[in-house]
């Protein structure tokens, strides 16, 4: 009777240790997984083309990716434009919220009587990543170029860019928030 | 009486032909010398553009950075430069006729492309900076004050195109002295530059 006693109030104490030391092990593998797929798989994320690469239009949807020592970006079917990622002097994050659609939205909206397509336009926007890149040429010229991604993808871009060599001041490590506030600010 | 006429009619009229034939050939000639003139001038400068100094004003870096690409694209537009040189650009040590523009952002209102969408009238992207053209010495040949805004349609960053349009056609609407005279020639008193303000 003593003995049952003994081992009942036992039991719990050594299921929460095996529990414990379950969770433990596979977070520990989960961690280990998620490390060798970081460091094996290239980074390639859809985005915007704002500006600054020369080879490549304005505005134009394509593919951001790491390959080896460069960070290049290729529209569908174009040839790629590519910066050594050892030239990039700095990178920032940045948001932006901008309309969807496009201009054929635009054209829409501003068709629907009554004033309605403001109601639209209060609903169809989007917040957007921006990532910004100070980098330099061979003759030592300064470049920027500036791409529009999806909201959380610049920060795995900057991380990746930065664990491949990248340089970052510390003012570019805080994200600036654009568009939402309209907010003055003058030099005196 | 009528045989005069007919006389004198024709006799103004080969005298019109005659002017009309001797005198274009001269002003077109005209016309391309002094065109050449402007353009020799102007095209004897080649120009390398600084990074914009925000100053005290909390430009967010993307906006830095637009503004200075847009910047070279619109001066290259111009064709009023030999060369458009990068910040940083080690050529430009190599070039003799080298004027330097410096951008200062003296104001910023960050708009809103929703608000811009809903309610047209507010939500306003505004951008005002000081250009000088300065040369080597650091003596400014050209100061403008311009203004870039998004008022309507088009997202915050537009501003910057325009801006860097408004003080490309600025610089070329502005005469620069010849190159060949020493920057202390070439260079204006800060009290003699006259600021202008596009809108």
């Known amino acids: ?38 460091s094996t798989t290239p980074v390639s994320i859809r985005g915007t083309h704002l500006l600054g690469f020369e080879s490549a239009k304005n505005n134009a ?18 040839p790629t434009e590519q910066v050594k990622i050892a030239s990039v002097q700095d990178i920032f994050l940045g948001e932006q919220s901008k309309q969807v659609g496009g ?46 991604l999806d909201k959380g993808q610049a920060e795995i871009l900057r991380n990746e860019l930065v664990a491949k060599g990248a340089h970052v001041s510390e003012s570019a490590n805080e994200p600036v928030k654009q568009s939402n506030a309209e907010v003055s600010s003058e030099s005196k | 009486m009528k045989a005069s006429n007919r006389v004198s009619l024709l006799l ?34 080649s120009v390398q ?16 950075i637009a503004i200075y690409e847009s910047l070279l694209d619109e001066l290259n537009k111009t064709k009023r430069f030999k060369q458009v040189l990068r910040d940083g650009d080690r050529n430009a040590g190599d070039v ?8 200062t952002v003296q104001k910023y209102t960050a708009g809103s492309e929703t608000r811009r ?18 040369a080597r010495d650091g003596h400014i040949i050209v100061e403008r004050t311009v203004n870039g805004n998004v008022r309507f349609m088009g997202s915050n960053l537009r501003a910057t195109h325009n801006l860097a349009h408004n ?15 020493s920057a202390s020639h070439a260079a204006i008193d800060s009290d003699q530059v006259v600021v202008v303000e596009l809108r």
């Open chain 2, 12 to 45: 103004v009229a080969v005298a019109v032909v005659t002017i009309n034939v001797a005198h274009p050939p001269q002003l077109s000639a005209e016309n391309a010398a002094s065109s050449s003139g402007t353009n020799s001038t102007a095209a004897q400068w």
């Open chain 2, 117 to 134: 969408a809903v309610t047209t009238v507010s939500g306003a992207t505004k951008l005002t900076v000081r250009s000088q053209l300065r």
């Open chain 1, 1 to 38: 009777m003593n003995r049952r006693i003994i081992s009942t109030r036992h039991t719990p104490g050594l299921f929460l240790v095996c529990l414990l030391l379950l969770w433990c092990s596979a977070a520990a593998l989960a961690q280990s997984a998620g490390q060798s797929a970081k």
């Open chain 1, 103 to 148: 201009t054929a939205m635009t054209l829409g909206k501003a068709a629907v009587p009554f004033g309605g397509g403001r109601a639209v336009s209060l609903f169809a926007h989007k917040n957007y990543d921006t990532l910004a890149l100070e980098y330099v040429d061979s003759n030592g010229g300064m470049h920027g170029a500036i791409f529009q």
């Open chain 2, 167 to 181: 003080v490309a056609k600025a610089i070329k609407q502005s005469s620069l002295p010849e190159p060949s005279h």
């Open chain 2, 96 to 103: 003799s006729d080298l004027l330097i523009l410096k951008t």
């Open chain 2, 49 to 64: 553009v600084d990074k914009v100094d925000p100053g005290d004003v909390a430009l967010a870096p993307s906006f830095q």
């Open chain 1, 61 to 78: 949807n394509g593919t951001l990716s790491i390959q080896e020592d460069a960070l290049q970006f290729q529209k569908d079917g174009k």
